[in-house]
């Protein structure tokens, strides 16, 4: 009797133990439900549609200066990044192939703060010759960039179009449909969306 | 055979079981993402540059052998020592970016990617005493019978789930507070 009430006892402990962790999931999952789409767009720094602050940088790849937040013939897809941040290594080869796809129309500046010798050696060992690069704390300030890696969508009018933490080439390319579809994020796009729904769903439920 | 040592064999088995498990798992983790393994360890700021990718080798390499060595009861006191030597350096590690600030650097033990915090270093700390207790109970059999090893493995999964839980319970408290992310930014 006593061999089959341990045994028993301990399935049921077990089990327990099983429900716990599988709660503590699911309480993981809702907080990245929760979470918004799309790249993570923060209240602080200059808002979507607002006029970049004007920044005149020299490049450490071409040693030529960039004026960033002035009317240009393209958009600036501004990425603050920093050498000891893995996401945004791993975002490098997704930029790389962005650059190649949009051509002519995208500038990508690679923007970050600190020991330039130490971003040098970020740039040979990364190739990041293609890109502009620029050094800038009061950019990351003026931005209030608080985490890596940060977008920012500068328009040819030279306002910021869409902004975000971008994780993923998903996040990446949300700032980029932000911009074509003249939204200032994917969740104020979903926004939009569900107010019309509701608004064609009224007659119905008067009905 | 005296029942004190029939404990301590399933005390040992117990603590070598969880352990291998942990350490498992730490281990499919780091190369499941190789790539991110070295920045991961950059960001801890204690090896230099130059060392970096020398370190991530050792760490995976001693990670297999402690794991493997904990799965036999043979070779387990051994591996335990080397476990409990991982153990308290990644608890170091930690500890010394916690009182450097550096808390959202990711910590890289397992699991999604969260940032370190006291309660990892007792986590650790609690770990490597299991691996003290396989140590000092100097046991390399394991329990016989019916009744001991269906203990041995109740008791396995039971604290095997519980850890998964508790790392799951840090890794929610990042959500929980994002608001208090610190800057990763500033150097």
């Given amino acids: 009797m006593l061999p089959i009430a341990v045994t028993l006892l301990f399935v049921i402990v077990v089990a327990q133990a099983v429900a716990i962790w599988a709660l503590s999931r699911q309480v993981g999952i809702l907080f990245e439900r929760v979470s918004p789409l799309g790249a993570l767009v923060t209240d602080a720094g200059p808002a979507v549609g607002a006029q970049a602050p004007h920044f005149k940088l020299r490049s450490l790849t071409n040693d030529t200066f960039l004026t960033i937040g002035e009317p240009a013939v393209r958009t600036t897809l501004l990425f603050f990044l920093s050498p000891n941040c893995p996401v945004c290594k791993k975002l490098l080869p997704i930029l790389r192939s962005l650059k190649s796809a949009e051509g002519d129309n995208l500038e990508v500046v690679l923007a970050s703060d600190g020991d330039e010798a130490e971003h040098r050696r970020f740039i040979n060992t990364y190739k990041l010759q293609r890109f502009a690069y620029v050094l800038s704390p009061e950019m990351g300030i003026t931005y209030r960039i608080a985490r890596l890696p940060f977008a920012i969508l500068i328009g040819e009018d030279g306002t910021v179009r869409a902004k975000g933490l971008v994780n993923n080439r998903e996040q990446l390319e949300s700032l980029l449909n932000a911009k074509d579809l003249a939204v200032a994020s994917v969740q104020n796009y979903l926004e939009l969306n569900h107010m019309t729904e509701r608004t064609t769903a009224q007659p119905r439920s008067v009905v | ?187």
């Fill in chain 2, 1 to 187: 055979m005296r029942s004190a040592d029939l404990y301590l064999d399933v005390t040992a088995t117990i603590a070598a079981c969880l352990l291998s498990l942990v350490l498992v798992r730490a281990l499919l983790h780091k190369l499941s993402r190789q790539a991110e393994l070295t920045g991961t360890i950059r960001n801890y700021r204690l090896v230099p540059d130059g060392l970096v990718p020398l370190t991530a080798v050792a760490v995976v390499v001693c990670e297999a052998c402690a794991a493997l060595g904990l799965m036999l009861p043979q070779t387990r006191v051994p591996a335990a020592l080397l476990a409990c030597a991982l153990l308290l350096i990644y608890a170091a590690a930690m500890g010394i970016n916690l009182l450097r600030g550096r808390t959202s650097i990711d910590c890289g033990c397992g699991g999604a990617a969260h940032g370190i915090s006291c309660l990892h270093v007792l986590r650790n700390l609690v770990l490597a005493l299991c691996a003290v207790l396989v140590m000092a109970s100097g046991s390399t059999r394991v329990p016989t019978g019916f009744a001991l090893p269906t203990v041995t493995a109740g008791c396995v999964l039971a604290l095997w789930f519980m850890f998964l839980a508790f790392d799951q319970l840090l890794g929610n408290r990042t959500h929980a507070s994002t608001s208090q992310y610190s800057s990763v930014w500033g150097h």
